[in-house]
């Protein structure tokens, strides 16, 4: 057994067409940068992803969290990469780069990040969620239903292993704070939390015994920018089998396509459609949100991989379902629900409408 850390690392620094999906010269650039460093033996591995307009890092080393080399690593790339995207004329190029230096940890400079550490086991199958068009939050109820919904997952129920239950750390994104919540115990309490996926999201999971399930990314653009500058499309690693959810029941929350925030210019609802990766090209007004589902088994920190697990017949019928939300959805135009309310509009005119207007509003 030996401790390895596996950090997925996500930026959008240029999309094509527009926010759509991603241009093969931005992966070309990215895979040559880590193929460099593995080379140098300061990553084990490496996996070049994509969903929609964001390129995801995928990589497997010995440093540990919030490495200052790994993050640095992951900075150098996306730099490289927005320059051909600069080139290019892409879309936003170094859009979620949004400060000018690197300052030795990447998280509060614009792109997503997600590590875990932890003793790869007899064998460690794992999957990495990555989604478009969508924020952090999107991730509470797929992660509520693997670790705690016992109609979901079977392990819960039946599998002594699992029979505990596990804690899920949760953070309050306005008030930088954290707090664990066991569950089944504290299930009722973790629900009116994460409920709020706007304000409250699941940071990572555990075993009551302290091993790690599942780790999130929960960095919003708008909130280190201080306006908005792109949706935040977060990533998600889950540790699957022997005691933690079985891979059928990680993937199984996404038959259900639920509603997330994002779509057309971050500011609506939409469901979360799970594609297959070649399906991953949010282009119906900029979406549906998408999902994607990278399934690797470590080999001492050897990506095998990835599988393609969305890319399975028995989804179909959320992509179906998620149309036909898309559509019931997008009929309300302009108006709430579809719309997001004003508090967590991303793009608004309202400022300057009420400005505007100020002298025009009379007492009723
Ligand atoms: C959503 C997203 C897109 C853009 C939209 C407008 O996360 O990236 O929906 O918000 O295409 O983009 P701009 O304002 O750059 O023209
Ligand atoms: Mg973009
Ligand atoms: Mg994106």
Known sequence: MSRITLSVIKADVGGYVGHATMHPDLVDKANKKLSAA???????????????DDLELIMTHKKGTDSKEIHGLAWDTFTACTEVAKKLKLYGAGQDLLKDAFSGNIKGLGPGVTEMEFNERKSEPIIIFMADKTSPGAWNLPLYKMFADPFNTAGLVIDPAMHEGFVFEVLDIKKHKKIALSCPEEMYD???FIGAVDRFMIKAVYRKDGEIGATASTQKLSLVAGRYVGKDDPVLIVRCQSGLPAVGEALEPFAFAHL??????????????????HDANPSRFDGPPRVI?????????KLEGPVDLFDDPSFDEARRKANE??????????FEPHRLGLETLEYTTMPQLMKKFEKKFKPE
């Open 38 to 52: 593995r080379k140098k033996g300061l990553l084990v591995d490496f996996y070049v992803a994509s969903c929609g």
């Open 190 to 192: 973790l629900l009116m």
């Open 260 to 277: 997330v925030e994002g779509w057309m210019r971050g500011s609506h609802q939409g469901p979360l459609m799970p594609v297959a990766f």
């Open 293 to 301: 589902a990278a399934g690797f088994q470590l080999c001492n920190g």
């Open 325 to 334: 939300i898309a559509y019931y959805m997008r009929a309300h135009g302009p």
